[in-house]
């Protein structure tokens, strides 16, 4: 049996394990604004849509609407190495604007939302709100930071929003979403665009398009672009040495271990007493997940998100590098991340642990040697709870 405390690293206000709804501990977080009055009719820009997952399948869905034009307002790219108080204050000036629609709802502002999310730069847009928004910051572990949110009276775009060529071609192809979402990746479109454009419904074959909620879209997204690398990926040559990667961001620690041999992946979440989710915890919650040469066909119950933002890094990486490796994630969260940001925190950070230089190995007893150097946790506590670093092959010697 699971104690209540140990439910929250698992859960991560997502699932409601404990039976509480909304989640006790991001009810608490409370953070200053940056602006406490907000007009109850905007004029200005949307960089972005936002759909809810309360009341599926009638979501709320809307514009966000910036409250100060901000460079990188929604780019989590942009946002990486900035201050936790940094990026807080940018997400606070985006207010959340909501309407009740279906999922299928073909709706004059279910379209404009839409138009909207394939745009390649903010639109600007007139939006009358049903009561003035009341300053309020709402977090996730899976979608970043959301500012106050209000009932949306009326909507409308004040200019054509610029969609690119691609983004047009491929939502008006009767592609399935995960093809169209590849496409559009392969195309130079980032993930976090994709998303939106998954999220709003303007992909996927024609009678099967619908809303889909923010947060699922995200986790959905991470999913489909990793599977698609990872067909490549197994057919490319294995490594042929072993490389420890590394990078760190608001107190998430990331140690990556490539070793020779077909691909396999398996990632680890050390929380530490303190971190957001286990703050009432005495002792480090390790927690993993693992994936054979095949894949997976169940979802990641224990880490959910994270895992699958580290995973497509992960595939990002041995693509471009067009190798196919045994792979081991230890992530370890610290006394510092005292509030959840999103999943985005996971997925650039370790992008940024494969634009460093690896140290290089011979052996795998000389790159656990140095992977325990660099984490807080013994190895020897991984060690023991992982299928990866359990086997025994002559690579290893």
């Known amino acids: 049996m699971v104690s209540p405390a140990r439910l929250c690293v698992t859960c991560k206000g997502g699932r409601s394990l404990c039976g509480q709804n909304p989640c006790p501990l991001l009810a608490r977080i409370a953070v200053k604004p940056k602006v406490e009055s907000f007009p109850q009719n905007f004029f200005g820009k949307s960089p972005n849509v936002f759909v809810g997952r309360e009341g599926y399948p009638d979501v709320r869905i809307g514009p966000l609407a910036a409250m100060e034009e901000r460079e990188g307002i929604d780019s989590p790219d942009a ?92 939502t008006s192809d009767d592609l399935k979403a995960s093809d169209a979402g590849f496409e559009l990746y392969r195309k130079g479109l980032d993930v976090h665009r994709i998303t939106s454009i998954f999220s709003a419904g303007v992909i996927g074959t024609m009678e099967r398009r619908k809303l889909v909620p923010t947060r699922y879209s995200i986790t959905g997204v991470d999913d489909i672009i990793a599977k698609r690398l990872l067909e490549g990926v197994r057919d490319h040559p ?26 396999e992946f398996e990632n680890f979440e050390a929380w530490a007493p303190g971190s957001f989710w286990s703050r009432s915890l005495k002792d480090t919650q390790i927690i993993r997940e693992y994936e054979p040469f095949g894949g997976r066909t169940n979802y990641a119950e224990s880490q959910g998100g994270g895992y699958y933002a580290s995973r497509i890094a992960v595939a990002e990486a ?18 510092g991340y005292v509030i959840p940001l999103g999943v985005w925190v996971v997925r650039e950070t370790a992008r940024r642990a494969f634009r460093n230089r690896p140290e290089r190995f011979a052996t795998l007893g000389d790159a656990l040697s140095y992977a325990g150097s660099r984490t807080r946790i013994p190895l020897e506590e991984y060690r023991k709870r992982s299928v990866i670093l359990s086997q025994k092959r002559l690579w290893d010697f």
């Open 79 to 170: 946002w990486f190495g900035r201050p936790y108080g940094e990026v807080i204050e940018m997400r606070s000036l985006l207010v959340r604007s909501n309407r009740r629609e279906n999922i299928f709802s073909r709706s004059r502002v279910a379209e404009q939302v839409r138009e909207i999310a394939m745009s390649s730069e903010p639109v600007d847009i007139e939006i009358g709100f049903e009561k003035r928004p009341v300053f309020r910051l709402s977090f996730s572990d899976v979608t970043q930071p959301m500012g106050p949110s209000a009932g949306m009276k009326s909507m409308r775009l004040a200019e054509n929003p610029k969609i690119p060529r691609v983004v047009e071609r491929v």
């Open 238 to 263: 294995s490594v042929n040495e072993f490389l420890v990667y590394e990078s760190e961001y608001l107190d998430n620690h990331f140690v990556i271990l490539l070793m020779p041999g077909s691909w």
């Open 318 to 335: 041995l693509a471009g590098m067009r190798r196919q490796a045994r792979v081991v994630v230890f992530r370890e969260v610290y006394e």
